[in-house]
């Protein structure tokens, strides 16, 4: 733990590639190309790649695609599309990973910077080093994610409760600002650019660099899932374990409504702790909420890790016949998402739309509003998991430009549906449904959640959504991208209308 030198792996991934595509190469574009000087390249084709998101349901073209070189290719392209003025239209849309769910990564027209830093500890594990290395301590579910995606909005998991949001693990940044400087910031070097950029939805600059908060990782983890019929004691029970000091590492929990089969989705890779008294258990249609704690270990200490989760678990009230259990290694538990994603791509159901809606409920509202949404509002939960699980305010810098609600504890709330085509025509329309019906719930209960990943389409759902920070986001935006220039697909800033 403490502070890091700047990672290595995010290091060795850094030598980015930016991609500029110009489908429709006008003069302009001929003569923008033509004077620059770059150690990467701009190309022109991939549009259909560079165009589609993890949403799936927006297909925005660029015009031109950069892959960069070098952090100056990047501030000279910025400083370029400066130059150019306001009435060029031309924008810049840092790419990661594309795992946007509303076209975000995709500027209307314009350039797309991409960006290829992940969060994956990999490498070292292929080399088959077994010695512990240094890895950050706050993930996201996923890896497969770029560094400056996931700070651009917060970065969030089950260590969060613990170690905060990724954006709190950062102590310096490089970032290329909308004007095309490259600037080098921290918490107290540059602050406000720092804090601004961070959560800030690309808005502010283009993370170049990332020197984050790293700790020696843990061997081994134990996993273990358990069930509560009753939501009150489920979230009471997630509560009391992100509060103590002793407790898991990693505390998640999900929502199952009228599944069938699970307990048997489940065998593969978790065994009852009990075997006799599992045959018990029937899920029967019932909505039942399943929690989901870790506690890190090293085979040594496999006896000392065992009496900790035991004493633990003693404090859980969950339905005694179904406790689940596993062991698996650190990265094999940090990579899990991607097991699923191997499995869903074999079957066509990966790069399927993915109407999701993530909301941060505050502790105030979570009763009301599970009470309204599981099992009213939504009646199943086949087509993707439904998360819930608490985090705590006081490890969130609200200095940072991500929102959250105005509360000490509140829930990660993520409906992650997807739409394949083969559950039926209306079944993207639905879920899209089902997101509206749960927002206009929460707006009408006056619940006061705020979305994660936020989406709105006008400036005005945007001002509600930052609140009383509204002014501080759009003096950042006047300071750091007068222009307008950067991440347009976010529907917040219009090039050249709201700026003189
Ligand atoms: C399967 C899956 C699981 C996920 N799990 C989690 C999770 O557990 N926790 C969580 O917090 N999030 C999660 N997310 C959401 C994810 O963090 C965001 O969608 C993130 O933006 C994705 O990063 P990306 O590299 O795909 O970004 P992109 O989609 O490429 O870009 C996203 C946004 O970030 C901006 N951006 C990208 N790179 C930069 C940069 N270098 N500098 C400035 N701005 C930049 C872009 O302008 C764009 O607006 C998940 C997403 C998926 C698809
Ligand atoms: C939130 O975190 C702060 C600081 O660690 C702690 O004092 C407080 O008790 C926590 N609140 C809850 C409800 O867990
Ligand atoms: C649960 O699902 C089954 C079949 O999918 C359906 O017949 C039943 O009505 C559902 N029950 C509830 C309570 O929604
Ligand atoms: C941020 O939190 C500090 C205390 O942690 C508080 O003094 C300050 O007013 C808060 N600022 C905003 C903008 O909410």
């Not at 409920?361 to 939960?381: L, M, Q, R, W, Y």
């Not at 959504?465 to 935006?477: D, N, S």
Request: aromatic fraction near 10%; proline fraction near 6%.
């Amino acid at each position: 733990m403490g502070a890091s030198p700047i990672l290595k792996l995010l290091m060795a991934l850094l030598l980015a590639e930016i991609n500029s595509r110009n489908s429709h190469p006008d003069s302009l574009h001929v003569s923008f190309l033509h004077s620059m000087s770059l150690d990467g390249q701009f190309t022109f084709h991939d549009v259909h790649q560079a165009a589609t998101d993890f949403g799936n349901r927006y297909h925005l073209l660029p015009s031109m695609v950069l892959h960069p070189g070098s952090v100056s290719d990047i501030a000279a392209t910025v400083r370029r599309v400066v130059s150019l003025g306001p009435s060029s239209g031309l924008t810049v849309a840092a790419r990661g990973e594309g795992h946007s769910l509303q076209g975000h990564h995709c500027p209307p027209r314009g350039r797309i910077v991409r960006r290829r830093p992940r969060w994956e500890p990999m490498d070292r594990r292929l080399e088959g080093d077994s010695a512990p290395w240094p890895l950050p301590m706050s993930w996201t579910d996923y890896l497969h994610l770029s560094i400056g995606g996931t700070l651009s909005n917060a970065g969030i998991s089950g260590q969060a409760f613990r170690h905060g949001p990724q954006i709190s693990n950062v102590h310096q940044l490089e970032v290329v600002t909308g004007k095309g400087e490259a600037v080098l910031c921290s918490s107290t070097h540059n602050a406000d650019l720092f804090h601004a950029v961070l959560g800030g939805l690309g808005q502010f600059g283009i993370i170049t660099r990332a020197r984050i908060t790293l700790q020696a990782a843990p061997k081994m983890v134990k996993w273990i899932r358990v069930l509560y019929s009753d939501f009150a004691t489920f979230v009471e029970d997630q509560e009391m374990l992100i509060s103590v000091t002793k407790t898991f590492d990693y505390v998640e929990g999900f929502v199952i409504i009228n599944r069938t089969g699970l307990l048997n989705n489940w065998r593969s890779s978790f065994w009852p702790k009990d075997p006799a008294l599992v045959g018990q258990f029937e899920s029967q249609g019932r909505t039942l909420f399943c929690l989901e704690v870790t506690k890190n270990f090293d085979p040594e200490n496999h006896g000392v890790m065992m009496q900790e989760v035991d004493e633990l678990l003693t404090k859980l009230r969950y339905i005694p016949s179904t406790l689940f259990e596993s062991e698996v290694s650190y990265l094999d538990f940090l990579d899990r998402v991607h097991a699923s994603e191997l499995k869903l791509r074999l079957k066509g159901l990966w790069e399927v739309p993915h109407p999701w809606l993530n909301l941060l409920v505050p502790k105030a509202g979570i009763h009301e509003f599970a009470d309204e949404v599981f099992g009213k509002i939504v009646t199943e939960s086949n087509n993707g998991p439904i998360l819930l699980y608490p985090l705590n305010k006081s490890n969130w810098d609200n200095r940072t430009s991500a929102v959250i609600p105005d509360e000490e504890v509140f829930f990660l709330v993520a409906f992650l549906s997807s739409a394949p085509s083969s559950s039926g025509q209306d079944c993207l329309a639905r879920a899209l449904k089902q997101n509206e019906r749960i927002l206009e719930f929460c707006k009408k209960a006056n619940i006061k959640a705020k979305q994660y990943l936020p989406y709105y389409t006008t400036q005005e759902d945007w001002r509600s959504h930052y609140g009383p920070r509204w002014e501080t986001f759009r003096r950042r935006k006047q300071t750091y991208d007068p222009l307008a220039i950067l991440a347009p697909e976010q529907r917040i800033f219009q090039k050249a209308a709201d700026w003189p």
